[in-house]
């Protein structure tokens, strides 16, 4: 089924028009934006219950409690917000409306300000029945606004939570099209960096798979989920805290992969101005690491998830293959360090493509935005092809023209080469590890910690063969 865009105003109609959606709508910081859109087409009685805004701070805390860290754009602001209204709404109507779909639409939003210090964001969600009296689901979503103007950012939320409200009423059972449906008139105009879905008509759905979504569909470079594979966003838990991003392919873990994690991490958190209790490790995989022949492959992409939280990482998907546009990203968290861990090969790489293949200044200019935010690169050693000895930073065979510039980075320390490693396992690739797990070659579980070869043969992932159990009767 091919999406169809809608204008807002035919969607919040559609929706008014429908005798078994009623709902409440609490908008704070913003406006009420979005029940805007429903009052205006008309038909507004039969779905509109309640609106409020609690815009003073005061009552706000008197309805929806305190917030422990004093902030109004938060994602539990938000689910205070959709509980208070939810348990009111049907305290106050079910028995009235037997055969009411009932929804709490809240969103807090901070949009720009006049001196343009505060760039506009916000959290949006919708707790809905899909059925009378059924058990609500929930969705929940961080979005950033790019227009430049006030107002402009105020109408673009309205059209954004009439998107929500209808999408998760008429896309419900296509969660793709959903997703997509909540950029119809915004291109350009919001990225959603991070949405989550539960209820008991999405158990289905693994909130991994809407990280990647996101990020596939373009309405945001970045997106996050945790060890438990629940999405997250980087406000609620990086603010101004140091934060080491591992980039690497992951297909599957090595142990050299796990290393590479241990050793940068532990030499990142003995850095002086790093405060080991206030520092957060990301692993990170890109867009084009995922992709087969152009084509995104999703199954491989759930397949390293489930490995990467099965080892307790935070795993970022992003569609930043040079590493400027995801320090550009973090860089709205105010992070105290910023630490970037690559392997010595994906150096050079870096080094040698925009060197070689533009000359126009390129290399400098990303450097430039790189190392002027307080950002190191740790770099993660190799062995030299056909011999024993290791290439790492200080012996990189960086090209000609950049060697001065190159060496001012090692001479700064902008670029550092990890200790503490383990050199035992340097010989490990985890593209042979890719290939003898396929073949089912003798070996490969010595090269991937036991968790991983465990995982990887329980659940058949990368091409693992399935082998019929045997049974006893």
Not at 37 to 47: C, I, K, L, S, W
Not at 57 to 63: A, E, H, L, R
Not at 302 to 327: F, G, P, W, Y
Not at 411 to 439: A, P, W, Y
Request: with cysteine; glycine share 6%.
């Amino acid at each position: 089924m091919a999406l169809q865009a809608l204008e807002t105003e035919q969607k919040a109609l559609e929706i008014n028009l429908d005798d078994n959606i009623y709902g409440t709508f609490a908008e704070i910081g913003a406006g009420q934006e979005v029940a805007r859109y429903f009052f205006q087409v008309g038909a507004a009685a039969g779905t509109i219950a309640k609106t409020i805004s609690a815009y003073d701070k005061v009552y706000s805390d008197k309805i929806y409690g305190l917030e422990a860290s004093g902030r109004y754009v938060c994602e539990s602001r938000l689910y205070k917000m959709l509980d208070h209204e939810y348990d009111l709404m049907i305290e106050r109507l079910e028995n009235q409306r037997p055969n009411a779909n009932f929804f709490v639409f809240a969103d807090t939003i901070a949009a720009i300000n006049y001196t343009k210090t505060i760039k506009g964001d916000g959290w949006l969600g919708l707790r809905f029945q899909l059925s009378p009296n059924g058990l609500p689901n929930d969705i929940v979503l961080h979005v950033k606004m790019l227009d430049n103007d006030n107002h402009l950012q105020q109408q673009a939320i309205g059209v954004l939570g009439v998107n929500l409200i209808y999408g998760c009423y008429k896309y419900h059972e296509n969660p793709e099209m959903l997703i997509q449906s909540l950029m119809d008139g915004l291109h350009g105009r919001v990225a959603i960096d991070m949405l989550r879905l539960s209820g008991p008509n999405f158990e289905e759905v693994d909130n991994r798979w809407l990280c990647l979504m996101l990020v596939k569909h373009g309405l945001s470079d970045v997106a996050m989920f945790g060890p438990d594979g629940r999405s997250v966003h980087g406000s609620e838990f990086l603010y101004r805290k140091n934060v080491l991003v591992v980039r690497g392919s992951f297909r599957p873990p090595t142990l050299v992969n796990v290393d590479m994690i241990r050793s940068s991490r532990d030499q990142f958190f003995q850095e002086p101005e790093v405060d080991p209790d206030k520092a957060f490790v990301l692993t990170e995989i890109t867009m084009d690491n995922l992709k087969s022949d152009g084509e995104l492959e999703e199954k491989d992409f759930m397949d390293r998830a489930d490995l990467l939280c099965t080892l307790n990482q935070t795993v970022v998907i992003s569609n930043c293959e040079e590493h400027h546009k995801l320090v550009r990203y973090l860089a709205d968290f105010k992070p105290a360090n910023l630490g970037l861990v690559l392997g010595v090969r994906e150096l050079l790489e870096m080094i040698s493509t925009k060197y070689f293949e533009n000359r126009d200044g390129r290399l400098l200019a990303s450097f430039g935005e790189l190392f002027t935010r307080k950002v190191k690169m740790y770099i993660y050693p190799t062995m030299q092809e056909g011999s024993e000895e290791l290439m790492n930073a200080k012996n990189l065979p960086v090209p000609e023209g950049i060697k001065f510039l190159y060496k001012h980075l090692l001479d700064s320390k902008h670029i550092v080469d990890i200790d503490g490693f383990q050199q035992e396992h340097l010989h490990i690739f985890s593209r042979e590890v890719l290939r003898m797990l396929k073949d089912d070659e003798e070996g490969w579980e010595q090269m991937v910690p036991p968790r991983v070869a465990k995982m990887i043969k329980d659940k058949c992932l990368f091409g693992f063969p399935y082998k019929q159990k045997e049974f006893e009767y």
